[in-house]
């Protein structure tokens, strides 16, 4: 029936007019009070914070947006940094801290992600941290305990240094179970002064421990050595600013009742059950990964070009000192420490034999 709103009761209350009868005005098109809906109950929201470190962002999720979580759990491989943060954060029951070795399926029993059960997924920085192993089957094993343990509809959200076409790459592996396209975007990488880096000016730079955006990485001051010295401002040599750039991706879990095949953008089809992906699909995941991990860094965007390796040796070249007569100079010297070490083990020989 068509629903005309009264107006609290006025002309189409249907109850008279201060509306006692029509409840809120609603009625019908034959003058029936239609029935208020009670409001939905409300609904747990959980989020799993993946390599959560000893990190404020967990804490940081509490405090913002009073009442959007009613549960964060947060996760790392180190027992050490976990018992830390359980005792850092004892008094508030809405953090929990769990032991779990991302690189391995975390269901199960003794298992922190439960399938299906959180709306929210959060990695900042863990992904990046699995693509340095030597094959893709840690990154596969991330995003498959990702995919598992999130709701119909639930969203995992990735922080990265790396391009949105790597990542949208690799979830869009048809039996991870996201909705396709995976939404990227990029922000500005905030940009740290020298002091805060402990790298200049009088004084030097000491860090502040409780802001979790001063950090000392000494392999961060190295890259940007080797980036300024050999004047790429910044690039990685394949056109992507690894240094300027942050990427958010944000990938939605599809309803597991949905029966659809997809095609992954690697040009393979995949068959999407009812269930989220098994230990078995794991390994196709991890398959998937490494074809598009050699693809990438080898092919599409390889990081260490012939221009790019001889701009490194000549940067270190010159920190080290080693350019002009110099560079020819401790050639020269090399070369008469390694005639010293033949001339002397020549002679080694020759006494070692007289002996015998």
Same mark, same amino acid.
Request: charged share 20%; glycine share 14%.
């Given at each position: 029936?068509?629903?005309?709103?009264?107006?609290?009761?006025?002309?189409?209350?249907?109850?008279?007019?201060?509306?006692?009868?029509?409840?809120?005005?609603?009625?019908?098109?034959?003058?029936?009070?239609?029935?208020?809906?009670?409001?939905?109950?409300?609904?747990?929201?959980?989020?799993?914070?993946?390599?959560?470190?000893?990190?404020?962002?967990?804490?940081?999720?509490?405090?913002?947006?009073?009442?959007?979580?009613?549960?964060?759990?947060?996760?790392?491989?180190?027992?050490?940094? =976990?018992?830390?943060?359980?005792?850092?954060?004892?008094?508030?029951?809405?953090?929990?801290?769990?032991?779990?070795?991302?690189?391995?399926?975390?269901?199960?029993?003794?298992?922190?992600? =439960?399938?299906?059960?959180?709306?929210?997924?959060?990695?900042?920085?863990?992904?990046?941290?699995?693509?340095?192993?030597?094959?893709?089957?840690?990154?596969?094993?991330?995003?498959?305990?990702?995919?598992?343990?999130?709701?119909?509809?639930? =969203?995992?959200?990735?922080?990265?240094?790396?391009?949105?076409?790597?990542?949208?790459?690799?979830?869009?592996?048809?039996?991870?179970?996201?909705?396709?396209?995976?939404?990227?975007?990029? =922000?500005?990488?905030?940009?740290?002064?020298?002091?805060?880096?402990?790298?200049?000016?009088?004084?030097?730079?000491?860090?502040?421990?409780?802001?979790?955006?001063?950090?000392?990485?000494?392999?961060?001051?190295?890259?940007?050595?080797?980036?300024?010295?050999?004047?790429?401002?910044?690039?990685?040599?394949?056109?992507?600013?690894?240094?300027?750039?942050?990427?958010?991706?944000?990938?939605?879990?599809?309803?597991?009742?949905?029966?659809?095949?997809?095609?992954?953008?690697?040009?393979?089809?995949?068959?999407?059950?009812?269930?989220?992906?098994?230990?078995?699909?794991?390994?196709?995941?991890?398959?998937?990964?490494?074809?598009?991990?050699?693809?990438?860094?080898?092919?599409?965007?390889?990081?260490?070009?012939?221009?790019?390796?001889?701009?490194?040796?000549?940067?270190?070249?010159?920190?080290?000192?080693?350019?002009?007569?110099?560079?020819?100079?401790?050639?020269?010297?090399?070369?008469?420490?390694?005639?010293?070490?033949?001339?002397?083990?020549?002679?080694?020989?020759?006494?070692?034999?007289?002996?015998?």
């Amino acid at each position: 029936p068509k629903v005309v709103n009264g107006g609290g009761g006025g002309t189409g209350g249907g109850g008279g007019g201060d509306g006692g009868d029509g409840g809120d005005g609603t009625t019908s098109a034959d003058g029936a009070a239609a029935p208020t809906p009670p409001p939905p109950p409300p609904r747990d929201r959980r989020i799993a914070v993946l390599g959560c470190g000893t990190s404020r962002l967990s804490e940081q999720l509490c405090m913002d947006q009073e009442g959007a979580w009613s549960e964060v759990m947060s996760c790392d491989y180190d027992p050490g940094c =976990i018992a830390h943060m359980r005792t850092l954060h004892q008094a508030d029951p809405s953090m929990r801290w769990e032991v779990a070795d991302l690189s391995q399926p975390c269901q199960g029993p003794n298992g922190c992600l =439960i399938n299906g059960y959180f709306d929210a997924v959060l990695d900042k920085g863990t992904l990046d941290a699995m693509l340095c192993d030597t094959m893709g089957s840690a990154s596969a094993s991330l995003a498959c305990n990702a995919s598992r343990t999130l709701v119909n509809g639930g =969203i995992y959200v990735i922080v990265s240094l790396h391009p949105p076409e790597l990542l949208q790459a690799l979830l869009s592996v048809p039996v991870l179970g996201f909705e396709q396209p995976v939404h990227c975007t990029t =922000i500005p990488r905030k940009k740290r002064s020298k002091a805060a880096k402990g790298g200049g000016g009088a004084g030097g730079g000491a860090t502040d421990p409780t802001d979790p955006t001063d950090s000392s990485d000494a392999a961060d001051a190295m890259m940007a050595m080797l980036l300024e010295q050999a004047g790429a401002s910044g690039e990685s040599g394949s056109g992507l600013n690894y240094e300027g750039d942050v990427s958010v991706v944000v990938a939605r879990r599809m309803k597991r009742s949905m029966e659809r095949r997809m095609e992954g953008s690697d040009g393979s089809v995949g068959s999407l059950g009812s269930s989220s992906p098994s230990v078995a699909d794991g390994v196709a995941v991890g398959a998937a990964h490494d074809a598009i991990l050699e693809r990438w860094f080898t092919e599409a965007h390889p990081l260490l070009t012939k221009e790019r390796e001889g701009a490194i040796r000549r940067a270190w070249e010159r920190k080290c000192g080693k350019g002009g007569e110099g560079g020819a100079t401790t050639a020269t010297t090399a070369a008469n420490a390694a005639n010293a070490a033949n001339t002397a083990n020549a002679a080694n020989t020759a006494n070692a034999a007289n002996t015998a």
